[in-house]
């Protein structure tokens, strides 16, 4: 079974600072990684997500992810922090695998901007 | 539909009361899914539907849990007998499906905003 590590329940950084969230994890097989965002009582928007070829992947509002598998990561980053980047950010991974065709989410990272 | 759609918002019953709560995928999506999520418990999954079916019910927590899918679209969630632990946000997702096939690995999972309910 698959799983997923985020360390860190509570990030803060100051505005136009670096936004760097960990997420590590753990599959027998080729995963399928992603990050989600949640904004105050929204529901869950992906943010990126990470398939097969290129390893680093570009997401919306400026944010990007790198997959190492020989580190088992799958952080999350952006150059600059802005305000409205405060959120809750998840973590998941999934394998393609009958009868397992469900992604495991990490139990979150709250993001707070310091103006 | 545009979006998935849950209903309703926000359901506080008393304990020991069944409670329903719906979820309407965006139309196509042939996989759906439904997740609970707990104040710093992250998402918990409960269930997953392929078409009407349930090939994968192994995250409902007891047997007051049930969900059914008719149609191939709108699911319902029913907690009976309800207790004070099963207050949580309760999140639906859906799937983009290529014919039947879901494609989550591909477009990940669309979810609705959810329905927060309170037992009191």
């Known amino acids: 079974a698959q799983s997923v590590t985020q360390l860190g329940s509570h990030v803060s950084v100051s505005e136009g600072a670096l936004v760097l969230l960990r997420c590590n994890y753990s599959s027998s097989v080729p995963p399928y990684l992603f990050w989600y965002v949640q904004y105050p009582n929204q529901g869950l928007q992906l943010l990126l997500k990470y398939t097969t070829g290129a390893t680093l992947v570009k997401g919306i509002n400026g944010f990007e992810a790198e997959f190492k598998k020989s580190e088992t990561s799958f952080h999350l980053t952006k150059p600059s922090a802005h305000m409205s980047d405060a959120a809750e950010y998840f973590c998941?991974?999934?394998?393609?695998?009958?009868?397992?065709?469900?992604?495991?989410f990490g139990t979150g990272t709250r993001l707070t901007i310091i103006p | 539909g545009a979006g998935v759609s849950q209903s309703p918002s926000n359901k506080v019953t008393e304990k020991g009361k069944d409670v329903e709560l719906r979820c309407d995928p965006i139309?196509?999506?042939?996989?759906l899914y439904w997740y609970r999520q707990s104040l710093g418990q992250g998402l918990e999954f409960l269930i997953y539907f392929q078409g009407n079916s349930a090939p994968d019910k192994s995250g409902l927590p007891s047997d007051r849990f049930s969900a059914e899918r008719t149609g191939g679209s709108v699911s319902t969630l029913t907690i009976q007998r309800t207790q004070q632990e099963d207050s949580a946000v309760y999140l639906c997702?859906?799937?983009?499906?290529?014919?039947?096939?879901?494609?989550?690995?591909?477009?990940?999972?669309?979810f609705g905003s959810g329905t927060r309910l309170t037992v009191v």
């Open positions: 139309s196509g999506h042939t996989a």
């Open positions: 998941a991974v999934g394998v393609s695998n009958f009868g397992n065709e469900k992604l495991t």
């Open positions: 997702a859906s799937s983009r499906s290529t014919g039947q096939v879901a494609r989550w690995w591909y477009y990940g999972y669309t």
